[in-house]
Structures are given as C-alpha cells and as structure tokens.
C-alpha cells in the first residue's frame, strides 16, 4: 500500500525528491512519515505530514535541509532533500500512521513502505 521512490546516488551538496505513493482508503487520510535507517544504525524519524489540513514534523538533524510535503493528489507524499551531506546516507522509508497525527515516534505508524537508498558521496 506504500511505495516510496526516488532514490540514487548524489555527491555533498547535491538534492534528491523523494516519493512515497499510497493506495487504499485507509492509508490515503492518514498522516504520513519518512524515517530512514543508516548501515549499522536505528531507523530514525525524519519528518512528517498531517492529513486533512495538519501540520509538518521534522527531526531536528534536516530542519532546514528537507522539506516534506503532500501531492496533489491525496495519496501522494514527497521529500525534497537539499545539501545533501554524507551522513544523510541511509534507506528511506514512508509509512503510513493510524490517524491523522504527525509525530515523530515510529510507534504511531502501522503501514511502512520498502525503502529507497540514498546515497551520498564526499
């Protein structure tokens, strides 16, 4: 029901969008999120982003750097990552939360999506 894509490899400084596509009733008026999980390391939240008119949460490591947002299309999310460091590397992944909330504990998301890799050389 979520697939997130986008995905590659940039080098320091370079951007990349990420895209999450959702399907199914229940996924679509859902809050949203992006964790991601580094080799070697916990997946962590990035960001997030209410449904039906909420807000955006970001993880104070991309504040600034990412923005989140949703499509025009309700089921759609994106993740525009800008002056990409080499510790922003990692397997990204959207999910989908049991309600409309936007918070930053993986515990509130029920539906995750496969992970796209990001890549980011020095």
């Known amino acids: 029901q979520l697939q997130a894509s986008g995905g590659g490899t940039v080098q320091t400084g370079g951007t990349l969008r990420l895209s999450c596509a959702a399907s199914g009733r229940t996924v679509t008026n859902n809050a949203k999120g992006w964790f991601r999980q580094a080799p070697g390391k916990e997946r962590e939240f990035v960001a997030a982003i209410g449904w039906n008119g909420g807000g955006t949460t970001y993880s104070d490591s991309v504040k600034g750097q990412f923005i989140i947002s949703r499509g025009y299309a309700a089921n759609t999310m994106y993740l525009q990552m800008n002056n990409l460091k080499p510790e922003d590397t990692a397997v990204y992944y959207c999910?989908?939360?049991?309600?409309?909330?936007?918070?930053?504990?993986?515990?509130?998301?029920?539906?995750w999506g496969g992970g796209t890799l990001v890549t980011v050389s020095s």
């Open positions: 999910a989908a939360a049991r309600s409309s909330f936007a918070g930053s504990s993986a515990s509130l998301y029920n539906k």
